[in-house]
């Protein structure tokens, strides 16, 4: 059974950091792309970064670029979302996925095979 568990969610203040983790019992875990989505309170979940197989190439929103880093470690089955100066809008559940896409449409929920469950992010100002 495939399952992805994010940690690290919390409260932070605006401006400061959290590092979330998430770690998926994939068999291949390097043959595929990994995503982390939000949903803010009363939205529609939204793409955040997505990281390759090789973690060579990411990919990010425009509203986290130059403050969330995505990372990876095939090694250990985990996918790392650094997210740096935070803001009050950033405040959402926060999900890892795996996708077995290469390319193409990754930055759609609907791409994505595996989902967590999970992480609150809470950013007070």
């Known amino acids: 059974q495939v399952r992805l568990v994010e940690s690290g969610g919390g409260l932070v ?3 400061g950091s959290l590092r979330l983790s998430c770690v998926a ?15 803010p309170p009363g939205k529609e979940r ?9 973690g060579g190439t990411t990919y990010n929103a425009d509203s986290v670029k130059g ?11 985990m996918v790392y979302l650094q997210m740096n ?3 009050p809008e950033d ?11 290469i390319s193409g ?3 759609y929920a609907q791409s ?11 950013v007070s100002s």
């Open 13 to 15: 203040q605006a401006g």
């Open 25 to 39: 019992s994939l068999r291949t875990f390097s043959g595929y792309t990994l995503g982390w989505f939000r949903q």
């Open 46 to 54: 939204e793409f955040v970064a997505a990281i390759s197989w090789s």
């Open 67 to 77: 403050r969330f880093t995505i990372s990876r470690d095939n090694a250990k089955n």
């Open 85 to 87: 100066n935070l803001k």
């Open 91 to 101: 405040a959402a559940v926060y999900y890892c996925a795996a996708s077995r896409l």
């Open 105 to 107: 449409d990754i930055d």
């Open 112 to 122: 994505y095979d595996y989902w967590g469950q999970g992480t609150q992010v809470t």
